[in-house]
T-cell receptor, first 111, second 114 residues
Framework: LAKTTQPVSMDSYEGQEVNITCSHN???????ITWYQQFPSQGPRFIIQ???TKVTNEVASLFIPADRKSSTLSLPRVSLSDTAVYYC????????????FGAGTRLFVKA | SAVISQKPSRDICQRGTSLTIQCQVD?????MFWYRQQPGQSLTLIAT?????????ESGFVIDKFPISRPNLTFSTLTVSNMSPEDSSIYLC???????????FGQGTRLTVV
């Protein structure tokens, strides 16, 4: 499983766009990139998943360059309720299924 | 999607005793997993709960300490055996429905061993 590297923490203000970058230099051909969000006292929650280029849903966008060695989670116009830990995961596309978590990024959104 | 219920949500246990945590999914799922999360830390995978066969444990976790059952496609249990204060943690159950699909998580069981 490819190892991921993320910033330990980030600060932002309400209404700003937040971009969290994840490095995964050893990503394999079949690997997908998935991001989860975790609030205190809750289990992680799926945000977005992608393989290449750009993926957008109602919550976030995921940008993946052509070499796929990194990815950037973009949260538009964050609010205080977006304060959480964000995990970047890289998983095998064949078999396995198991989800391995890295250290994550603690995002603090200030008023 | 899948909704996961864990019981108990929290417990305080005496050292040397065992606690069984239940995980119920509201639909049939392919895979079920158990994680441990220390306060302020990331999640560590304990094992994959295999339906109808022995669980697959990650390095550092053994069946004698963390026996796991999965009698069907919607239910699993994790037992924390012969507990010590070092076992104090949050234990989370998760489920996946297939390859490259999202993982769904329960709310976790906060265990304190005294």
């Amino acid at each position: 499983l490819a190892k991921t590297t993320q910033p330990v923490s980030m600060d932002s203000y309400e209404g700003q766009e937040v971009n969290i970058t994840c490095s995964h230099n050893n990503i394999a051909t079949n690997d997908y990139i998935t991001w989860y969000q975790q609030f205190p006292s809750q289990g992680p929650r799926f945000i977005i998943q992608g393989y290449k280029t750009k993926v957008t849903n109602e919550v976030a966008s995921l940008f993946i360059p052509a070499d796929r060695k990194s990815s950037t989670l973009s949260l538009p116009r964050v609010s205080l309720s977006d304060t959480a830990v964000y995990y970047c995961l890289v998983g095998e596309g064949t078999g396995g299924f198991k989800t391995i978590f890295g250290a994550g990024t603690r995002l603090f959104v200030k008023a | 999607s899948a909704v996961i219920s864990q019981k108990p949500s929290r417990d305080i246990c005496q050292r040397g005793t065992s606690l069984t945590i239940q995980c119920q999914v509201d639909s049939q799922v392919t895979m079920m997993f158990w994680y441990r999360q220390q306060p302020g830390q990331s999640l560590t995978l304990i094992a994959t709960a295999n339906q109808g066969s022995e669980a697959t444990y990650e390095s550092g976790f053994v069946i004698d300490k963390f026996p796991i059952s999965r009698p069907n496609l919607t239910f699993s249990t994790l037992t924390v055996s012969n507990m010590s204060p070092e076992d104090s943690s949050i234990y989370l159950c998760s489920a996946e429905t297939g390859m490259n699909t999202e993982a769904f998580f329960g709310q976790g069981t906060r265990l304190t061993v005294v």
